[in-house]
């Protein structure tokens, strides 16, 4: 859902150590946004939102939360000459 900024009310919180601890442990593992989580924590305890089948299927454990994408570096350095496309196996060149 994206909000845009005239349509939105703006709001300071204050949490607990612990609750700032669980909220950032929780957008980690989940993926989201803390602002995401708040919305959606006070949309539910309001009855305005409904969790949807990811969120409870995450929350739940059956599946894992979608990971952020990680550029990681090459595992190996080919010789000199050699390329990628060289070690595929395809007859179709």
Do not use: W
């Amino acid at each position: 859902m994206r909000f845009r900024y005239h349509d939105v009310m703006a709001t300071n919180l204050r949490l607990t150590e612990e609750a700032a601890t669980a909220l950032r442990a929780a957008a980690e593992k989940s993926g989201r946004s803390q602002q995401d989580l708040l919305r959606e924590a006070v949309d539910r305890y309001l009855g305005l939102g409904e969790v949807s089948d990811r969120d409870r299927a995450v929350a739940t454990g059956l599946v894992r939360a979608p990971a952020r994408f990680v550029d990681t570096a090459a595992d190996i350095e080919l010789p000199a000459g050699v390329r990628i496309l060289d070690l595929l196996d395809r007859g179709d060149r």
